[in-house]
């Protein structure tokens, strides 16, 4: 197993296998975040990176050799049915997310599904229904919310849990981006509906609905919705030339919402903002204080007490690099900040804890089917005039207390 | 006249006589403004600060003293009636707003009031149809949306109306206080509707709703909103120990928006928003560039060139103090900053070089209303589910070109 | 007296006679100072702007109305001499500083210099000696190191002098134009060492030092020092084409010295740094805390309180705009921010009130003269090789305990 | 070699054996560099981590197991020994680098050093020495300044050798941490010269000096320096209760010099600056451009073109995570950033590739030979009153032209 990036930290550490399919953009993150969590982290399980999945015998062998997975296959059928693999790894479109997880959590393997869960909330609700039956088998399922485990936005969620806001008044979102503003950018299948499920809705609301209920510690009740396909036309990949074919999803779209409590909340999703390379932002305000962050600054929290004394009272800048803040412990002394690609590392890391201790994961698939469904309701709302559509409330399991 | 503060830079310049009714924060701003305007910019008119109106006596009168008006009456038809006073400036709550507006164009007067422009659509029209007729005979009317006069969001306009940011696709702007955060805040008149008509809505979102179509240089067309009211009973003041009473307007509002173009614009304002004293934030998409802007650093104005080599782009802050910056080359070299009051400097600048031309002053009581059909649609909205409701396209001459 | 701008909030309150001399830059940012001090502040005196001086008869006459002074003269002997100027108010270049001041004195004047005191240490001690007997007289001088009453600056002195931020560690200051980046730029009287007696370390350095001496609340005892000049010849203005003429101050200059505490300071003055238009930066450590600020985001001053919980420790940001800050009551609501010009006000303000107090400004000639040491002995170091050299200890009354 | 965590991505890339030595911060570092690089580069020579070396067999077999080092060694030299160590990466205090690094360069391996180079000039001149000679028979020898890979200094430097910023005027660093603020902070071996050399001069001023000589491309040629050390006495680890001993290296410096061209360098470094936990702050000043970065917002490069028109220009903040930015194009989509850590992994994708081409790494040990004469000239300073010491001229190839 020369490839093996990943053995135990010592002997005695039980192996888990990883199993991953897909090996783009995600799989690559995926992978950095296989091969480092034990070099950084304490494990009760070792990841083993047995195999990595593609169609392309060629391309998939180069990928593993790159990335450090012991081999490589061309089935996802065949990765599953490994038996040096115990954990399937999705990291493909969103279009095959329910046939795969459902398949892997069948055959009784471990399962991390990229965000969002699916395309449709039926595939969803199949998703989680299969999530249900595996745990009582003893197997689990985690939805692939990397920013949660951005250290800031850790530090965030454990100050709302602890109380230090108070009862919340607003949640803002906004995730924008800019790789679309040209016309020329082509129709890629991020862009045409039938694989990708919808545009900035799935890939940056999926993550900002995610984030506005972990942090307020309740789920969205209602929302209502805008959205828009600026550039309708682009050329297509491979086409004739001056070939152009429809773009299919959304380009942006706006979003306002109520949370269980009765707080506002905001979303605002874009591929089309000039400037903004991604741009997450969050902020929270509650009746005793306020957080922000922004995500091209990721290794920095703002805190406003506002019980402090208003002479002395301001959003201050914590550095979220001391030994006492989420995950830090692990890392590089007081002031030596992290990058994008440790929350892949920390989902890892939270993932493996959990399975070794038999608790779900968090976010399990039912927090990714409440996702899903928010951005069903987002969708009716954006095509019936922008009316409130209410959200079906999770089952109780679906978001944790606190 | 030992107070005169206004008395012309030359004799030469002929004088224009202003009566201001209303004394308190907005009153200050603008006395401040008309004290200052002649000191600091070459002025076709000298604007004479004449006579302040309110209604206790002694009130008035040493706020007379204080604020630097030669005269002080306690009827504000008094005030009108006064052959020194050619301008009538109404600081006054919305509820007077189309009254005293209407009689003093009436009574051949120019008029500056402030926003917004009225409580109601219907006082509104009223008040726009009786400056359609004043004008006929030479007089003006401007509603005081000073935020433009901001030297950063002037240069925004500016260059918006260049063209730099190529096709809008994304106004956003929030507006953000949290004096309402305190459930013992009493309940002042700004939280009654009688008086005030709404509440962070009106107070807000109006100067929001105005800078989004400025800087857009389009209307708005249709919106959809949710309002909420977090505290909805305060401590009445001066009332019984432990007396509340109810609120009536707004703490919040989500407004989602389409400006002609089909661009989105999204707003959000609020006064619970813990930390957030006067967070005015502004930013701008387009296919070119873009442009951002917080009123809480008021001198900086945020610029992306979206056609810059990326390996050198990014949103640059530029110091809006240089002499080629609008307004800046009247006041200190470059580098030393102006305040919020400048603000009101400005638009005494703005409105009498239009009167002297005989031209309509810009934002003038047209645009007021068109304000105010927005607000009247936001609040449709808001009690219809968030449907998105269209606003009746202002006449030609509301919305200028650019 | 139609010009008087100034006149008293009350008839009752005494007033007090003020003549200005220069109306340059500084001229007008005083002007604006005394117009706006009575509108805004009570105060126990009421500043009458009597008479502004300058050489020109035509340009003074132009500048008295303009900036609102009642009279003009062209001798500054005879504004001196003018019965109803109790105040005299110097305005031009450093050369002139120590005749002006000490004839004003000696004719029973109070007296507002601006900084730098003087152009030597020689003039500065004859001006600080007059200071002393005026004093006994009951008259006082101030030099204006106006960014002091920046209100983000004096709330830093506060904590201070509260001792908030501990024992001090490191004062460190830099002070950054551009405006002579470029050798185009010709030879202006500040570029000659005759009329502005030094280049950066004046007029930038003057205030660095200061500021340093001023928050720290103990003097500078030893400094080490590198100046330049980078564009030694420039063209001469008026002068024939292709004429240049040598600048004899420095472009720049590099400062470290020692607080009598110890503390390390640091000090950084350019006219030749390219972007930065007024940048001046300030930062404190303590060992229970710091402070920084930048004079281009004026309305903010940041704190990081060292004794917090690390987990949610960082540097604040104030908004320095709170009733409870210094100066701010006097001002708009919570968030409405000041600018540069306030300073002047502010100043004007507090020496009104210590001369109704009968009682030393602050800073007083004996604070400006410890300044001048300051900047005799960085010149002297820089003409020695950087070698450190003492600075005389100030007598006991020039630099206040707290 | 099951632990074999960098196996060449193709199998017909030749290896080089590493053994590094220590295990600490430094080592951890370094080996997340060595496990990383091949993952995301495409490399000439694939890096094998053959061995780790302490002196405790334990923890040396527990790190080498937890970093992924395949051996464990206890001897420095029977590391260098090794047949499958090619080259040595020296992880240890300052005082072992010149015996270790000087025998294995003559026992014919390559070397990756720490910084700072040596604790003295003599120890530093040998090195040098010794890897003059390993050139000539094919080994080079690079110093470890891990800041010059942050890929947004990396920009700074492409852009400074471009000639963006035209003549340079100015250089300021300061490096500020503070965890000797609390004098409860024991005397651990860092704050003992034999061991460490020196405090923050050696620990953060070698990074400050190299960064000013590499970004401005030319060496400094004189410096003058304060240092001080506050807390003199602290708790000695293992001492008995109560026992304090002498701290015998800087706490702070301040340095002041010139660059070769004549531009002024300025240089603070602190580890008592409260608040600031890793704050390295670099501005350049040039007569065409500025730049400046804060290694607290390492993702970000701000730039300032001074020959764009006033009324645009200003620090733009460069979002330094596009593909056309050094090392990026290995890495994430644009937006994505990196942290403190990538800088190791850059570094050893340098050293690869300088090692694979038969070329000098940058820096090779003639410049950290330069660094350390300038910190020795610092020292002289300090211990003569701060007067100017000239630096001697680097050999030609110290210092490249650009």
Redesign the interface.
């Known amino acids: ?5 990943s ?1 135990p ?2 002997p005695a550490t039980p192996v888990l296998g990883i199993g991953m399919i897909g090996y783009a ?1 995600m799989g690559a ?1 995926h ?2 975040g296989w ?2 969590v034990g ?1 950084v982290f304490d494990l009760p399980l070792a990841p083993a990176m047995a195999a990595v999945c593609g169609r392309d015998p060629a391309a998939v062998r ?1 990928a593993a ?4 997975w012991a081999a490589a296959e061309t089935d996802w059928r065949a990765l599953i049915a490994r038996d040096d693999v115990d954990l399937v790894d999705i990291c493909t479109p969103g279009s095959s997310h329910a046939e795969i997880a459902i398949a892997a959590l069948e055959a009784g393997k471990h399962v991390l599904c990229e965000k969002p869960l699916a395309n449709t909330v039926a595939e969803a609700e199949a998703m989680a229904e299969a999530a249900r039956r595996a745990r009582a088998r003893g197997r689990f399922a985690m939805v692939g919310f990397n920013y949660r485990r951005t250290p800031a936005l850790a ?1 965030a969620r454990r100050m709302t849990a602890e109380g230090r806001l108070g009862v919340l ?2 949640v ?1 979102i ?1 995730y ?4 679309l ?1 040209s016309p020329d950018f082509p129709l890629a299948w991020r862009l045409r509906r039938e694989q990708a499920g919808s545009g900035a809705l799935g890939d940056l609301g999926a993550h900002a609905v995610d984030l506005a209920q972990h942090l307020a510690g309740e789920p969205l009740t209602a929302v ?3 959205t ?1 396909t ?1 550039v309708r036309e682009r050329p297509v990949p491979g086409g004739s030339p001056g070939e152009i074919g429809p773009v299919t999803v959304d380009d ?1 779209a ?1 979003i ?1 919402g ?1 949370l269980a409590s ?1 707080a ?1 909340a ?1 979303f ?1 999703v ?1 591929r ?8 997450l932002r969050v902020e929270v ?6 957080l922000s962050f922004d995500l ?4 920095e929290l ?5 019980t402090a ?11 979220v ?2 030994d ?2 989420p995950y830090l412990s692990a890392w ?11 929350t892949f590392t920390h989902q890892a890391h939270d993932l493996l804890q959990a399975i070794a201790a038999g608790t779900d994961p968090d976010p399990g698939f039912e927090e990714g089917l409440q996702v899903q469904r928010v951005l069903a309701a987002v969708e009716q ?1 954006a095509a019936e ?4 559509v209410p959200v079906p409330a999770p089952q109780p399991a679906a978001v944790p207390a606190g």
């Open positions: 197993m020369p490839n093996d990036t053995a930290a010592t953009f993150a992978s950095q091969r480092t070099r180069a050799g790159r990335l450090g530090l008044r607003h803002r906004s924008l981006q800019d790789w503003v209502s919705a805008q828009e600026f942006a706006l306002s109520r009765g506002l905001s605002e874009s089309v903002a000039a400037g903004r390379k991604n741009a305000n509650g009746t005793l204080g306020s091209e600054r990721l290794n703002h805190f406003h007490d506002h004394d208003p002479a002395e009272a301001g959003f201050r800048r914590i550095h690099t001391e006492s803040h590089w002394p007081a002031g030596h900040g992290l990058g994008y690609e440790h709302s005039n922008s009316v409130l």
